[in-house]
């Protein structure tokens, strides 16, 4: 029907079809458009227009934001309006890593810190499908990020200050082997949250996985 519908278009049609994917799209579809790639925004850019929407933001929290939009406006306008979404992921991932570590180093229970960790996660599966895959999602980022600091690549680290002292923690604890096998298993427990598993299953069964990683 989309092709038929391309093909023959009413007058003074104009269709824009919009994807992050254009490999995946069907070639009978792809032949009749013509291509326009529109790259992300820059950071100073971002920042620049968030000062100019927002009179009270500093340069400082711009330029953070910036940078944890990852060249989307929208989504910059959505953490400026409610930060408190990144900070308590930040929180959860160091406080989730920082027992994974003393797990797999087999520390003493009060510095796992195991019970605290469940809290946490329990609130992220509370919230929805999409809040989990985005805290996985994170979790994924900040392990780039350990990865870029163990390679003495930290001028290419995108990262917010609050994000760089915990990623400072992290630093040559976790080598290219440990960060390999974790990102696969983010990647199997974003799969397993997007067919309607079990949450709750989906990140204890990615805990102990991460710690065994590190074994």
Same mark, same amino acid.
């Given at each position: 029907?989309?092709?038929?519908?391309?093909?023959?278009?009413?007058?003074?049609?104009? &269709?824009?079809?919009?994807?992050?994917?254009?490999?995946?799209?069907?070639?009978?579809?792809?032949?009749?458009?013509?291509?326009?790639?529109?790259?992300?925004?820059?950071?100073?850019?971002?920042?620049?227009?968030?000062?100019?929407?927002?009179?009270?933001?500093?340069?400082?929290?711009?330029?953070?934001?910036?940078?944890?939009?990852?060249?989307?406006?929208?989504?910059?306008?959505?953490?400026?309006?409610?930060?408190?979404?990144?900070?308590?992921?930040?929180?959860?991932?160091?406080?989730?890593?920082?027992?994974?570590?003393?797990?797999?180093?087999?520390?003493?229970?009060a510095v796992v810190k195991y019970?605290?960790?469940?809290?946490?996660?329990?609130?992220?599966?509370?919230?929805?499908?999409?809040?989990?895959?985005? &805290?996985?999602?994170?979790?994924?980022?900040?392990? !780039?990020?350990?990865?870029?600091?163990?390679?003495?690549?930290?001028?290419?680290?995108?990262?917010?200050?609050?994000?760089?002292?915990?990623? !400072?923690? &992290?630093?040559?604890?976790?080598?290219?082997?440990?960060?390999?096998?974790?990102?696969?298993?983010?990647?199997?427990?974003?799969?397993?949250?997007? !067919?309607?598993?079990?949450?709750a299953l989906i990140f204890t069964?990615?805990?102990?996985?991460?710690?065994?990683?590190?074994?």
């Amino acid at each position: 029907k989309l092709l038929k519908t391309l093909e023959e278009p009413e007058n003074k049609s104009l &269709f824009i079809l919009i994807s992050e994917k254009p490999d995946l799209i069907l070639s009978t579809i792809l032949s009749r458009t013509q291509l326009v790639k529109v790259p992300r925004l820059s950071n100073d850019l971002i920042a620049m227009q968030l000062k100019k929407d927002f009179p009270d933001i500093d340069d400082s929290t711009a330029q953070n934001i910036a940078i944890l939009s990852e060249g989307d406006y929208n989504k910059a306008v959505k953490i400026k309006t409610d930060d408190s979404i990144q900070k308590s992921m930040l929180n959860t991932f160091s406080l989730m890593m920082n027992s994974v570590v003393a797990f797999a180093q087999q520390q003493p229970t009060a510095v796992v810190k195991y019970a605290e960790v469940q809290e946490e996660l329990s609130h992220i599966v509370s919230q929805g499908r999409e809040e989990q895959k985005q &805290f996985v999602g994170f979790i994924l980022k900040m392990l !780039r990020n350990i990865l870029m600091f163990n390679t003495k690549h930290e001028d290419v680290v995108k990262a917010t200050e609050a994000e760089l002292n915990v990623l !400072r923690t &992290f630093k040559g604890i976790m080598n290219l082997k440990h960060i390999s096998i974790m990102s696969e298993e983010c990647n199997k427990a974003l799969y397993h949250i997007s !067919r309607n598993g079990n949450s709750a299953l989906i990140f204890t069964d990615l805990y102990f996985k991460m710690a065994a990683a590190l074994k």
